[in-house]
C-alpha cells in the first residue's frame, strides 16, 4: 500500500486536530495508491475509541471504483489494533485499516481477519 505524502499529511494534520480524542476517517484508495482523505466525525468523542460517521454520499465511491479503509488515531499507543478496534471491527473486516500514532508520528496498516490482525506493507 502506497501513502503519498499528501495524503499521510492530510491524516497527521486530522489526528493533531482532534486531539486529545481519536480521529476517524476514509482513506480512498485505486489500486494500492491512496488517493485522498475525506476526514470524518468520531460520534464517541473519546480518546480511547472511535465511532466512524462518515458523510452518507462517502460510501457510494466504492461504485466509482475505490477501496475505502478506515483511518484512526492513537494518542500515544503504537500503531497496532487495539483489543477493542478487533472487537469492532464489523463491516471492516478483511479491509484496509490504517492507524497513526500522534505520539510518535508512526503510520501504519493493518487488516483484522475474523479477529487476525495480519500486517500490510506501507509505502509513502
Keep these: 500500500m502506497v501513502v503519498p505524502d499528501a495524503v499521510r499529511g492530510a491524516l497527521v494534520e486530522h489526528a493533531q486536530a482532534e486531539s486529545p480524542n481519536e480521529c476517524c476517517g476514509l482513506v480512498l484508495f485505486r489500486g494500492d495508491t491512496a ?26 465511491l466504492e461504485d466509482e471504483g475505490y477501496e475505502l479503509a478506515v483511518f484512526h ?6 500503531p497496532r489494533p487495539s483489543r477493542t478496534d478487533v472487537e469492532n471491527i464489523g463491516l ?26 495480519q500486517a500490510e506493507t506501507l509505502e509513502g
Excluded: M, Q
Excluded at 488515531?73 to 503504537?78: E, G, K, Q, W
Design 35 to 60: 488517493e485522498r482523505y475525506v476526514p470524518c466525525r468520531n460520534a464517541a468523542a473519546s480518546p480511547y475509541r472511535f465511532e466512524l460517521d462518515a458523510p452518507p454520499e462517502t460510501w457510494f
Design 92 to 117: 471492516w473486516d478483511g479491509k484496509p485499516y490504517l492507524i497513526l500514532s500522534v505520539r510518535s508520528g508512526e503510520l501504519a496498516a493493518w487488516r483484522i481477519v475474523d479477529g487476525r490482525i
Design 73 to 78: 488515531s492513537h494518542l500515544s499507543s503504537p
